[in-house]
């Protein structure tokens, strides 16, 4: 059980162009979702949490009229990289919490999406 | 301020032997602690969580780690490396408060030499 998927893993980009990246609890409930970036060879940066059906709270330092997230249901939360840039490219991967899994703040992760913008 | 140190960047261990990797960790709240594992291209695969009870938890692919609370530390061991366990490391914290993010520090690269 606690598998979260990302799609789409890896993606192409031109600049200027928006791409979506889908995060999906397949086999639970996540009343918390949240986005992680990483740069190659560094560690994951919080870039912001949300909670189904409200705002995302982003990081600070982070744009958020750029990454646009939604946490539209128990099961999915969406991220959309607005007008990219080349300096957008790195690994972005998800993570999600399990609201009926008692007090125990465990997050489960997805396998992350490598975004390349040309 | 929160934070998770790996106080090794990068760690080179022979086939066979032992193996320790470091974390201390600074956190005003009850920590959870967590290591991960992640290989080139990858995402993050859990190796061992400690939330509470017993400071010596055991995980998969024969990891263990021990929480020592005076010495704010959580470093991860293996009594014998293999091959395959060559790859990114990375120590984590969060809270019990539901919806708290984990706090990584920046990893520790394992090489295994033969």
């Known amino acids: 059980g606690a598998v979260v998927s990302q799609h789409p893993s890896r993606v192409i980009c031109k600049s200027g162009t928006s791409v979506k990246i889908e995060c999906r609890s397949l086999d639970f409930q996540a009343t918390t979702m949240f986005w992680y970036r990483q740069f190659p060879k560094q560690s994951l940066m919080l870039m912001a949490t949300s909670n189904e059906g409200s705002k995302a709270t982003y990081e600070q330092g982070v744009e958020k009229d750029k990454f646009l997230i939604n946490h539209a249901s128990l099961t999915l939360s969406t991220l959309t990289v607005t007008s990219a840039h080349p300096e957008d490219s790195s690994f972005y991967i998800c993570s999600a919490r399990d609201g009926e899994r008692g007090s125990y703040n465990e997050q489960f992760f997805g396998p992350g999406t490598r975004l390349t913008v040309l | 301020a929160q934070s998770v140190t790996q106080p090794d960047i990068h760690i080179t261990v022979s086939e066979g032997a032992s193996l320790e990797l470091r974390c201390n960790y600074s956190?005003?709240?009850?920590?959870?602690l967590f290591w991960y594992v992640q290989s080139p291209g990858q995402g993050l695969q859990l190796l061992l969580k400690y939330f509470s009870g017993d400071t010596l938890v055991q995980g998969i692919k024969g990891f263990e780690a021990e929480f020592k609370r005076s010495q704010s530390s959580f470093n991860l061991r293996k009594p014998s490396v293999h091959w395959s366990d060559a790859a990114e490391y990375f120590c984590a914290v969060t809270s019990y408060q539901a919806g708290t993010a984990l706090i990584f520090g920046k990893g520790t690269t394992l090489s295994v030499s033969s």
């Open positions: 956190y005003g709240a009850t920590p959870y």
